[in-house]
């Protein structure tokens, strides 16, 4: 049996892309987070703030919100002055129903397991498990930057900003 044969017996797959214009795909996503941020900061007003003795439970978020607010309308503004540079830069083609599906299945399935697993592990298990969905094959990548991702974060978090995870 030659390659020939082998790639004509083959059957066929159909693969069916959605092909949206790049600037309104961009800002779809951008007023998503907008309101997720909106929704973000809607919960960081309810925690309570202290004048006198710094910052306070609500005063990290609402800056993050802030300045995630900030920067979501300053990319939507950017992307209604903008025009695409090349005909083919206008237009995206949605092809991968199935990895985004499996994403978000693995995320799911951290957020589930995370108590059991334990906050380095899940999030250095869903850093590996994203980037091999999304294509990484380097195995020197791959078993560095999910364990140094999770330690970055946690060393954030305990270190620099005193929050301890039980």
């Known amino acids: 049996m030659s390659i020939k044969n082998a790639d004509a017996e083959a059957p066929e797959v159909a693969n069916k892309t959605l092909v949206i214009r ?8 951008y007023f998503v987070l907008l ?3 909106a929704l973000y900061a809607n919960d960081a007003l309810k925690l309570p703030s202290y ?3 710094g910052i306070g439970a609500s005063g990290f978020p609402l800056l993050v919100a802030t300045l995630m607010g900030v920067s979501l309308l300053l990319l939507i503004v950017v992307s209604f002055l903008s025009k695409p540079s ?3 830069d206008s237009l995206v083609e949605i092809s991968r129903p199935a990895q985004v599906l499996l994403s978000m299945m693995v995320m ?3 957020v589930l397991a995370l108590e059991w697993v334990g906050l380095i592990v899940g999030i250095a298990l869903m850093a590996f498990l994203l980037m091999k969905l ?3 094959n380097r195995y020197s990548l791959l078993l560095t930057l999910p364990p140094l991702l999770a330690l970055g974060i946690y060393a954030i978090f305990v270190l620099v900003l005193g929050v ?3």
């Open 22 to 29: 790049k600037k309104w795909l961009e800002l779809a996503v």
């Open 35 to 37: 309101a997720a941020t």
């Open 51 to 53: 004048s006198s003795s």
């Open 86 to 88: 090349q005909e083919s």
């Open 108 to 110: 799911a399935a951290v």
């Open 134 to 136: 999304g294509g990484e």
């Open 164 to 166: 301890y995870f039980d």
